[in-house]
Every structure is written in C-alpha cells, then in structure tokens.
C-alpha cells in the first residue's frame, strides 16, 4: 500500500469522498462503471472478499495499525499502488462533513451488472424493490435477503442505489454477497409492465406484498409453497414484491402480478415498515429444512 498523509482538506485526491454527490460519483467520477464508497472496515472487507477493486481508502489515523490485514489482502490481490490516504479524526471531520465512527472509508470500482437472468437462472426466492427511495430501508431489505437466504434481488429503476454509501452501511456489506440487478436498467417505463413480464417468462410467481380486496393472507402464501408439485395453486419459483414507503405498490403492479399477499396483525396495525414486513415475509417463506 502506499501510505498518504494527507494536510488538507482541499487535497484533490480525496475529492471522491468529499466533493462529489454519490449520484455524481456514479455519473461524472468513472463515467464508464463510476464508483461507490464503503464505509467501516468490516464492509470494506466483505466488498474485497466478494473482489470489488479498491481505487483508495481513506483511514482515520487511530485505525491505521488495526487494517494490516486488510492492506495485505490489497497487495496480494491489487498490487501495492493503492493509496491510503491518512488524516487526523480532525481533518476527516472536515472532509466527510460527520464524525467517522469505524475509522475508514474506501473508494471502489463499481462493476457492470449482470442481467436479471443471471442472477436468477438457479433461484427459486427472489424480492423485487419497487421504487424503495430511502436508503435505509434498501439496505436493511438486503441484511435480511442474506440473513434469510433470499437467493437474489431486483430493484426497479426509480428504486434507491444499493451502492449508496449509507445503504451499503446499513446493509453491514450484504450487498456484495446478495445477488442483485436492476431489472430494465435505467428505462423508468420498464417497469412494472415488461419487468412482470419477464419474471413470469422466467417462470416466477409473483406475488405483491399489499392489502388489497382479493389480497392472501402470508400463511396461505406458506401453504402454497409446500404443495406437491402439480397442485392446482403450488407456488415453486416465487418473486415478492414490496413497494416503495407511504404509497407501497403501484395500482399496475398488484393489478398484474399473480398473488395479491397480506401480513396478518392485530390491534389494528394495518401495516409495517417495508424493511420490517420484508423481513417477516422472508423468514415465513424461507426453505425449511427436515
């Protein structure tokens, strides 16, 4: 590694973590891939395991001595030109605009990402995240996809950056080990007409997360799920959809999907947070074993 000292906050080789917006670091820092920031040194470690290239990491001085591991698995992987910049709890103060609270930030490569076929050709459970604009519910949604063995993910293209900084945070770097794309890219008019489209071609059953009139409750969804193959309603390939905070699914979307699911609740709770209910739904859905 090469270790950079770095004075001030007007160094321009630390700019990636100060003065750009994530939605700029995407588009104008790497126009070809862009880049994405991962914020502690246990997410920093989880996106090198899963081989997302490091461009710089910007340390707190304190935590320096802490991350020789880390800065050996770069070397052995990336080579020793990495830089790490090294500021005082001060400087970084400064720079970032909040007080770091694990020490480290790292500036990596984003990759292509794969097409929805790819990351569903071997699942059976996948989530869809519809429009989801709150970076704390996206990355909560994908702890519990990996908690709850979720075998991949979909976000729409109006849906909140999984690669946000705060999302990737949240998420404790899940998102490197889930599965995910966006389904039709960035063609905002993709969704939900093609996008369900092409889930049922893949042979999924679809089912909205929502209260609706002709809405099944979560256990008969279960119910479903574990009928012999054949069964008039067995359910083999499943895609849940949740929708986005406050207005939850779109009328289109309930409308074409197969399934219209409900969580059960009581003391009249009509809803749950969309982080909290997908929670619920992956663990009542999740593979038993005998």
């Known amino acids: 590694m090469q270790i950079i000292d770095i004075d001030s906050i007007d160094d321009e080789r630390v700019a990636a973590y100060t003065n ?3 939605l700029q670091l995407r588009n104008r820092l790497e126009p070809q891939k ?10 920093i470690d989880r996106a090198l395991a899963a081989g997302r290239e490091p461009l710089s990491l910007l340390v707190e001085r304190p935590w320096l001595e ?15 030109d990495v830089p790490v910049f090294v500021a005082s709890p001060d400087h970084l103060r400064q720079l970032t605009g909040y007080r770091l609270h694990r020490g480290a930030l790292a500036a ?3 990759w292509p990402l ?18 989801i604009v709150d970076h704390t519910n996206v990355g909560a949604i994908m702890r519990s996809a990996a908690a ?13 950056d999984p690669l946000y900084r705060r999302a990737v945070r949240v998420s404790m770097g899940t ?9 039709g890219g960035d063609d905002t008019h993709y969704w939900p007409w093609q996008g369900l489209k092409e889930l049922h071609d893949l042979g999924f059953t679809t089912a909205a997360m929502a209260l609706d009139d002709d809405s099944i409750s979560l256990d008969e969804l279960v119910r479903r799920l574990h009928l012999p193959m054949g069964a008039p309603d067995a359910v083999d390939r499943l895609a849940l ?8 699914l779109s009328h289109h979307t309930i409308a074409q999907s197969d399934l219209t699911v409900r969580i059960p609740m009581s003391h009249g709770v009509d809803s749950l947070n969309v982080a909290a209910s997908s929670a619920v739904a992956f663990y009542s859905t999740r593979v038993r074993q005998n």
């Open 20 to 22: 750009l917006t994530e």
């Open 34 to 43: 862009g880049i994405f920031i991962a914020e502690s040194p246990k997410v």
């Open 66 to 80: 802490g991350m020789a591991d880390t800065f050996a698995f770069i070397d052995a992987h990336w080579g020793p």
């Open 108 to 110: 990596m490569r984003r």
């Open 114 to 131: 794969p097409s929805v076929v790819e990351v569903t050709t071997h699942a059976k459970r996948i989530a869809v995240l519809e429009n």
């Open 148 to 160: 709850l063995d979720v075998d991949a993910v979909l976000v729409t293209p109006s849906c909140a």
């Open 175 to 183: 998102v490197f080990q889930v599965p995910w794309t966006r389904i």
């Open 241 to 248: 959809i949740f929708g986005t905070e406050g207005d939850g």
